[in-house]
């Protein structure tokens, strides 16, 4: 039978969620389609093998961006899982919800429902946090969210602490009652095991028998029948099929794939769809358009006090952290290396924190990204400080180039495009160097490795920026919800605008990127989805 209730195009961070939701009444028949294949692999369920998928062309999409005058014209090589899970097979696994205002400003942009406290039980509803139930967490969920205070390396706490010297407060809990401070990250690992919404999520509902999961399986257009999703077609093992949807097609390909796939059914900008040889379906200029991520930069020093670079870098002590996994599913190769940072306020005034900032004991200068291969630590000990604006203004876009469903789309960042976005990169600079210069870390500072200390003038420090800076992965906004079809492409149902039995959801239907990253609270827009799409098909 080709024929089933919902269509979900992507197992992504939220497709998984949806396919579990949709699936759990036994009378629906759902069916999840996904391009890429399993994720049973070692180096995507052990924590640090993220470093390897990274760049794994067998479990991501190995996106590149268009050349950005503000990076020097560089292109920007941006991963994005095509794989069971999605991006939450390969991302860092840092749990962060963001902060209550980026909420407020999705409602305040004309979305009722979205505030911090409409969204906070959906956050909730998901999760297992390892604390147990409270005010602001749950217990019993799906997705496991565990505290690390024990296992991090050394040097957190001194970072901590500097913090505190500095006059930020000490979070115990980035996603409770404080987001404001110091503090560190927690992360989705459940018993030293990656909890990627494929597992946390998927695989206990693949056994129901109304769930149908379609792996290595490219959905190449929507159908459509008099302003109606019918189903989608696709292209699996070189031959093409189509399925038939009764009540929805969801798309949950993310930010880059949702909006291609739109445009591939003639949903876009009428001007442009034409211009590439797409029939016109329905005119929704906004697809694609608003593209936003956080851009970073990492200062690197030179450490007088031993890091991860010395327990890693050594052969020998690749294998201890390998055996040590293997005993207990600890150590450095149970969880990420990003494990402390900091939400602040780079100056006084501000109505809330500005900057996201990153703390890694560990660096990697003197190393490559190539495929299948992890990068190597410095042979010397150091660790990493970076930093990000939470918010950025500036919008790129995502298009297709031709009518050719197997061709990529073009990712255009227009990364500092305004005044703010340059002006925060500068007082971004100097917040690290305060944080270096501060005791107790600067007593564990042997020298300022990376950018050095000749980049000292505004003009030097953001040609440095423009010259190394890169993403964090937080690609979202694409089809972003509002209740105008001129400016966006969802209402605030995630219903597409002008067409019936179409929803998008996923990170690409945020109005603006949260201030931290974006896995959780795309897990968070799944569960609300889901929770619509059962009302408005009852």
């Given at each position: 039978?080709?024929?089933?209730?919902?269509?979900?195009?992507?197992?992504?961070?939220?497709?998984?969620?949806?396919?579990?939701?949709?699936?759990?009444?036994?009378?629906?028949?759902?069916?999840?389609?996904?391009?890429?294949?399993?994720?049973?692999?070692?180096?995507?369920?052990?924590?640090?093998?993220?470093?390897?998928?990274?760049?794994?062309?067998?479990?991501?999409?190995?996106?590149?961006?268009?050349?950005?005058?503000?990076?020097?014209?560089?292109?920007?090589?941006?991963?994005?899982?095509?794989?069971?899970?999605?991006?939450?097979?390969?991302?860092?696994?840092?749990?962060?919800?963001?902060?209550?205002?980026?909420?407020?400003?999705?409602?305040?942009?004309?979305?009722?429902?979205?505030?911090?406290?409409?969204?906070?039980?959906?956050?909730?509803?998901?999760?297992?946090?390892?604390?147990?139930?409270?005010?602001?967490?749950?217990?019993?969920?799906?997705?496991?969210?565990?505290?690390?205070?024990?296992?991090?390396?050394?040097?957190?706490?001194?970072?901590?602490?500097?913090?505190?010297?500095?006059?930020?407060?000490?979070?115990?809990?980035?996603?409770?009652?404080?987001?404001?401070?110091?503090?560190?990250?927690?992360?989705?690992?459940?018993?030293?095991?990656?909890?990627?919404?494929?597992?946390?999520?998927?695989?206990?509902?693949?056994?129901?028998?109304?769930?149908?999961?379609?792996?290595?399986?490219?959905?190449?257009?929507?159908?459509?029948?008099?302003?109606?999703?019918?189903?989608?077609?696709?292209?699996?093992?070189?031959?093409?099929?189509?399925?038939?949807?009764?009540?929805?097609?969801?798309?949950?390909?993310?930010?880059?794939?949702?909006?291609?796939?739109?445009?591939?059914?003639?949903?876009?900008?009428?001007?442009?769809?034409?211009?590439?040889?797409?029939?016109?379906?329905?005119?929704?200029?906004?697809?694609?358009?608003?593209?936003?991520?956080?851009?970073?930069?990492?200062?690197?020093?030179?450490?007088?006090?031993?890091?991860?670079?010395?327990?890693?870098?050594?052969?020998?002590?690749?294998?201890?952290?390998?055996?040590?996994?293997?005993?207990?599913?600890?150590?450095?190769?149970?969880?990420?290396?990003?494990?402390?940072?900091?939400?602040?306020?780079?100056?006084?005034?501000?109505?809330?924190?500005?900057?996201?900032?990153?703390?890694?004991?560990?660096?990697?200068?003197?190393?490559t990204m190539k495929p299948g291969r992890i990068p190597n630590p410095d042979p010397f000990a150091a660790f990493l400080i970076s930093f990000n604006t939470c918010r950025p203004t500036s919008r790129g876009r995502v298009s297709i180039e031709s009518a050719n469903p197997l061709d990529k789309p073009k990712i255009e960042t227009n990364f500092l495009s305004t005044e703010q976005d340059v002006n925060?990169?500068?007082?971004?600079?100097q917040l690290l160097r305060r944080i270096a210069a501060t005791r107790p870390l600067a007593d564990a500072v042997e020298s300022e490795h990376l950018p050095g200390l000749g980049t000292q003038t505004p003009q030097a420090i953001l040609d440095d920026f423009r010259a190394r800076a890169g993403s964090v992965y937080h690609a979202s906004c694409t089809c972003a919800m509002g209740p105008s079809a001129?400016?966006?492409?969802?209402?605030?149902?995630?219903?597409?605008?002008?067409?019936?039995?179409?929803?998008?959801?996923?990170?690409?239907?945020?109005?603006?990127?949260?201030?931290?990253?974006?896995?959780?609270?795309?897990?968070?827009?799944?569960?609300?989805?889901?929770?619509?799409?059962?009302?408005?098909?009852?």
């Open positions: 039978m080709n024929s089933y209730d919902f269509i979900i195009v992507g197992a992504g961070s939220a497709g998984c969620v949806l396919a579990n939701r949709l699936s759990e009444n036994p009378d629906r028949r759902v069916l999840l389609i996904e391009a890429g294949g399993s994720d049973r692999s070692p180096l995507i369920q052990v924590p640090l093998g993220y470093g390897l998928t990274f760049s794994h062309p067998r479990y991501n999409w190995m996106y590149d961006t268009q050349p950005d005058a503000a990076l020097n014209g560089r292109t920007s090589f941006w991963p994005r899982g095509k794989v069971l899970g999605g991006s939450s097979s390969i991302n860092a696994m840092v749990y962060i919800r963001g902060q209550a205002g980026d909420f407020d400003d999705w409602r305040d942009a004309g979305n009722p429902g979205w505030s911090w406290d409409d969204v906070l039980p959906y956050f909730k509803r998901s999760e297992d946090h390892v604390w147990g139930a409270s005010t602001h967490h749950g217990a019993g969920g799906e997705l496991r969210v565990s505290d690390f205070t024990q296992q991090v390396h050394p040097l957190c706490q001194t970072f901590l602490d500097t913090g505190v010297a500095l006059g930020w407060p000490k979070t115990p809990d980035f996603n409770g009652a404080q987001a404001e401070g110091v503090g560190l990250w927690q992360m989705t690992i459940r018993d030293g095991k990656r909890e990627s919404t494929a597992n946390a999520f998927l695989r206990p509902a693949m056994g129901r028998a109304n769930l149908t999961v379609m792996t290595h399986t490219q959905v190449t257009r929507v159908l459509m029948a008099n302003g109606r999703a019918t189903g989608v077609a696709c292209v699996q093992k070189g031959c093409e099929q189509t399925f038939n949807a009764r009540k929805e097609v969801i798309l949950s390909g993310g930010a880059i794939n949702s909006p291609q796939l739109l445009q591939l059914s003639g949903i876009g900008d009428a001007e442009h769809l034409q211009s590439v040889g797409v029939p016109v379906v329905h005119h929704l200029p906004a697809v694609g358009q608003g593209l936003q991520d956080h851009l970073c930069v990492s200062y690197y020093f030179k450490s007088k006090v031993k890091t991860l670079n010395n327990e890693l870098y050594p052969w020998y002590g690749k294998v201890k952290a390998g055996l040590r996994y293997l005993l207990d599913r600890k150590g450095p190769l149970g969880m990420s290396v990003n494990q402390a940072g900091a939400f602040v306020r780079s100056r006084p005034g501000l109505e809330r924190p500005n900057m996201h900032l990153y703390f890694n004991p560990i660096s990697y200068t003197a190393s925060d990169v500068l007082e971004g600079a001129e400016t966006s492409v969802v209402d605030a149902r995630l219903r597409v605008h002008g067409i019936q039995g179409l929803r998008v959801v996923d990170a690409s239907v945020f109005p603006f990127v949260t201030s931290g990253n974006t896995n959780a609270p795309t897990i968070m827009v799944a569960e609300k989805g889901a929770e619509m799409i059962l009302q408005d098909n009852a």
